[in-house]
């Protein structure tokens, strides 16, 4: 009876640690593409199929490891789309992780909201290690790997060198950029399982892809970095269109029925569209009326910055790294139309 419960014992005792043993194992698995040591928390919209990343606020760097955009899936009966892959392979190789945690349907798409550095650099990890996932863009992205816009091509590769800097060990050597297996022109929309998933162009605004998706049944949308919330947003670019970037806002409110849950590019998530958006419009009409009211006055560009009222958004994140050139690329967009 004795040998007989020492026996028991020691099963209980073996399945115990196995039981312990077996997730922490998994938790430790070596990512290729080098450790994430930031919190990676996965938040669900409440009682939908939709779960999301966000990002820190503020510009890639060492400090937050390149985890400045927000990501998030959508789990279906036939398997998993993706909307963005965050800024480095480490992060889109931890987003694999975090997706195969809720459910072990294949990843089937991934769509990208366009092609800046912190929402593509994952591609990698979903290239090698999602195989069956075709990457989805619109064509004005194909530009940026080397298309048909031969410099945004250019500009594609002089970041990729910045960030191999930047971001060491996260991005370098062997980082390489992905293009899209599929391009679209102004919509992309398809089923999968019972959802109905309706991509459209919005750009150029931030850039000349910018486009967003709408899980209709859900009435949830994710709009990539048509809109901001709680940081600046980066207009420093020649591919950036912010009367058209307006414009796009304006689609978005008029959207019917509203959507419910706003996944914006960066910041946190919204139940109101007009809410959602209200910063991005309000900080981009501010900057394009300072500027043309120096341009009215005949000040140079130094004279108007210095002379605008900056109190509002000088605390938010980016603002030293992105407000100043942000608003030099819009004094020159409108200067031709004063001389």
Known sequence: MYNLNRIITHLVLSLAVFVIYLPSSQAAKKNPYGEVSLPFKLYQIPNKPVYYILGESGVPGKDNEGHTSNAGF???????????????????????????EITDQPIKKVIVSHYHADHIYGLQAFKEHAKQAKIIAQQETLGYVGGDRATQGEAAQRRLVQRRKALAPWVDDNTYLVAADITFEKEYDFKMGDLTFE?????????????????????????????????????????????????????????KPAPTSIIPGHGGVGKDVSRSLGFTKKYL?????????????????????????WSEYEDLPAFRASNRGNAYRIYLELEPEFF
């Open 199 to 255: 991509v459209r162009h919005l750009g150029p605004a931030h850039a000349p892809g910018d486009s967003i998706m709408l899980v209709k049944e859900l009435g949830v949308l994710f709009s990539g970095d048509v809109i901001y919330k709680g940081r600046i947003p980066f207009l420093d670019s020649p591919e950036t269109d912010v009367r058209n970037w307006l414009k796009g806002l304006s689609y978005l409110t008029d959207l």
């Open 74 to 100: 959508v789990v279906t009966k036939e398997g998993v789309v993706v909307f963005d892959s965050l800024g480095t392979p480490a992060l889109g190789y931890r987003m694999i992780e975090r997706i195969k």
């Open 285 to 309: 009409e501010f900057v394009v009326e300072a500027m043309k009211f120096g341009l009215q006055e005949y000040d140079s560009f130094k004279e108007t910055y210095e002379k605008t009222d």
